[in-house]
Each structure stands twice: as C-alpha cells, then as structure tokens.
C-alpha cells in the first residue's frame, strides 16, 4: 500500500511546491515509485516543472523525467470523486504518493486530508510563519487519524542573525516534530520562470541534497 503523504500548510511561500517536486525526485533516486497529485487549481507545480498543460491533461498521469530518475505527475481537474477513486487504484501501484495543497482551506482538501497517513508541513524560518503554522496544526488535528510526520524548516539562512534564536524557539515549542533536515535557503528558486530542469541542469545539487537528505529521514522512520 502506498505511503500516502500531503505537503500541507496554509500558509502561502513557505516552500510547499517546491518541497513537493524535489522531495518525489529523491524518493524516484531511492528507487521507490512515485505518483505527485496536484490539487492546486493554479499551475504554480506544472510551471516549475516546465510543464504547458492542456485543459486535457487535467486527469492524466503524465511521466516527468529530470535527472537520472523518473516519477509521474497528475494533475487534478475538478471530479473529486473521480480523484478519490484513482487513488484507491494506484495504493499498490506506487510507494508514495505525494499531494501538493493549495495555500487555502476548502471541502474538497479536507475530503483529500481524510484519505491521507501523514502530512509534512512546510515552514519558512521566519517568526511571521508562527501563527500560521498553529492554525495549520489545529486543522490538521481536526482529521481522525491523520498524523503529522514533521515540521520542515525551509529556506533556512545561516547568515540571518535571527536563526540560532529562531531554532531554539521552534525547538522548544514543537521538538517532537522538527524534522532533522533543515532545507537551506536558494537564490535560484526565486527567480522568475525558473524551474527545477534549469536548476538541475545549470546548477546541480543546489537544494536537491537536502531534500535526499530528509527522504531518507523519512524511509528511516517508516
């Protein structure tokens, strides 16, 4: 059965698309096959994929291939149903399936959130992030049986001088679900138009090892 795990958090740029689509490249490296949903109407993952999608594409499994590796990539229309019922016929197709969430709340997500083992949910390291990473965790908690496999800290630079302070405080108050990897900060993902091909191919292994780094912290604690 897969392991069926959503990148979740209400909070907008704090790396959720981005955590998405680097974190199915490192599992795909692992040799583990793997499926990302996207359920965000805008096409923010498409985009950073370099994808040009068609109204029918929407539903269609399609094969994305950066590096050695290969992972495959549905992008959701607008059948919940017809969702729900694919990802009872992919369960022991792949080994993760992994669900990028829109930065809002909606019936729909909360309907996707029942069907899932766990969620991971990103955080910038900033103070601002605070708040939302509590009501991120109180909708979270509103879902029988789905656990929170961590907190990931991202864009974390070690030339900000509030960062030792920041850690400790996040450490203080959710240590029990502060991953180990801390994803570190990437100019190159700001850019406009920029996507993880262009990343991979002009500057390789920039924010690709930290994310190896937390799929195996994930495969580990399984």
Known sequence: MADKIGIYSIDKNCGKTTTVAFLAESFAT???NVLVVDLD???YFSKFLGLELKVSDRDQIQQVKIGQSA???????????KLLNK?????TEYDYIIFDFPSFESE???????????????????????????????????????KIDGIL??????????????IKFIKENFS??????????NYYLGLPNFTIENLNKY?????????LKLANEIQNDK
Not at 87 to 91: Q, T, V
Not at 154 to 163: A, G, H, L
Not at 203 to 211: E, H, K, R
């Open 203 to 211: 500057v390789p292994n920039v924010g690709f090892a930290d994310y």
């Open 153 to 166: 800290l991202t864009k974390y630079d070690e030339k900000n001088q509030i960062m030792p302070n920041y």
């Open 41 to 43: 109407p805008k096409n």
């Open 176 to 185: 029990d679900l502060i991953y180990n990897t801390i994803i570190s900060r």
């Open 108 to 146: 729909s997500n909360t309907e996707v959130l029942k069907i899932l083992n766990k969620v991971i949910i990103p955080i910038e390291c900033e103070f601002f992030g605070i708040d939302q990473l509590n009501v991120t965790i109180e909708k979270i908690l509103e879902i029988e049986n789905l």
């Open 71 to 81: 992972w495959k990539y549905l992008k959701v229309g607008q059948d919940l149903e």
């Open 87 to 91: 990802i009872k016929e992919f369960d």
């Open 30 to 32: 692992l040799s583990t």
